[in-house]
T-cell receptor, first 112, second 114 residues
Framework: SQQGEEDPQALSIQEGENATMNCSYK?????LQWYRQNSGRGLVHLIL?????REKHSGRLRVTLDTSKKSSSLLITASRAADTASYFC????????????FGGGTRLMVKP | DTEVTQTPKHLVMGMTNKKSLKCEQH?????MYWYKQKAKKPPELMFV???????INESVPSRFSPECPNSSLLNLHLHALQPEDSALYLC?????????????FGPGTRLLVL
C-alpha cells in the first residue's frame, strides 16, 4: 500500500524559481527520504531526515518534517533545467529490512 | 564502487518465454531489493533479501522468482509473464543497521511482455 501522498502531482516552473513539493504519510516513521528519478531511470537518493529532526539542508535542497502533521516538504531553490525529474518521498520502516514505501511522486519540469 | 548494475537494460519477451534479470553490487550491502515501477507511478516493492535470505515477499505472483546466489548478486527469474507485467524493474541495495537507510538503485531493466 502507498504510504505517502505527494502534492502537487506535477509542477512546471521557470528556471531560477523555487520549487516546493509536499509529502504526507500515514503511520509513524523512523525517517523520511527524498529520491529523484530522471525519465524512467533509477532513483537517486537526495536527502534523509530523521523523525527527531525538523529541517535539513543539502546544497539547494531544503527538507522539513512535521511529525505531528505527518508531512514533509522538499524545497529546491534557484531551480535549473537539469532539475527536471520526478521526485519521490519514501518512508522507512526499520523493523522490516529497511523497507521503503514511496509516495506518488511529483513530476517537476523546469523551463529554461 | 558505489554502483548498482542491472542487466539487461531492455528486454522483450513472449508470454511463454523464460528470462532472468540480474543485479549486482560491490558495496558490501547486505540487503537487496526488487521493485516494479509502472509509468508515472512510484516504485512498488516486490522482494527483500537480508543477508542472502528472502525476508519480504509482497504477495508477488509465482511467475516472478527471486534468487540471491551470494551477497553481491540478485536475480529475478521470469516465467509465463503477462502483458500487464510490462514495467521498469529496479534493483536496489542498502547496508543494514542504524544510520544506513539510504537505498542505492540500479538503472533498471525495462521489460516488455508481448
Amino acid at each position: 500500500s502507498q504510504q505517502g501522498e505527494e502534492d502537487p502531482q506535477a509542477l512546471s516552473i521557470q528556471e531560477g524559481e523555487n520549487a516546493t513539493m509536499n509529502c504526507s504519510y500515514k503511520t509513524s516513521i523512523n525517517n523520511l527520504q527524498w529520491y529523484r528519478q530522471n525519465s524512467g531511470r533509477g532513483l537517486v537518493h537526495l536527502i534523509l531526515i530523521r523523525s527527531n529532526e525538523r529541517e535539513k539542508h543539502s546544497g539547494r535542497l531544503r527538507v522539513t518534517l512535521d511529525t505531528s502533521k505527518k508531512s514533509s516538504s522538499l524545497l529546491i531553490t534557484a531551480s535549473r533545467a537539469a532539475d527536471t525529474a520526478s521526485y519521490f518521498c519514501a518512508t522507512a520502516d526499520n523493523n522490516a529490512g529497511n523497507m521503503l514505501t514511496f509516495g506518488g511522486g511529483t513530476r517537476l519540469m523546469v523551463k529554461p | 564502487d558505489t554502483e548498482v548494475t542491472q542487466t539487461p537494460k531492455h528486454l522483450v519477451m513472449g508470454m511463454t518465454n523464460k528470462k532472468s534479470l540480474k543485479c549486482e553490487q560491490h558495496m558490501g550491502h547486505r540487503a537487496m531489493y526488487w521493485y516494479k515501477q509502472k509509468a508515472k507511478k512510484p516504485p512498488e516493492l516486490m522482494f527483500v533479501y537480508s543477508y542472502e535470505k528472502l525476508s519480504i515477499n509482497e504477495s508477488v505472483p509465482s511467475r516472478f522468482s527471486p534468487e540471491c546466489p551470494n551477497s553481491s548478486l540478485l536475480n529475478l527469474h521470469l516465467h509465463a509473464l503477462q502483458p500487464e507485467d510490462s514495467a521498469l524493474y529496479l534493483c536496489a541495495s542498502t547496508q543494514l543497521g542504524q544510520g544506513q537507510e539510504t537505498q542505492y538503485f540500479g538503472p533498471g531493466t525495462r521489460l516488455l511482455v508481448l
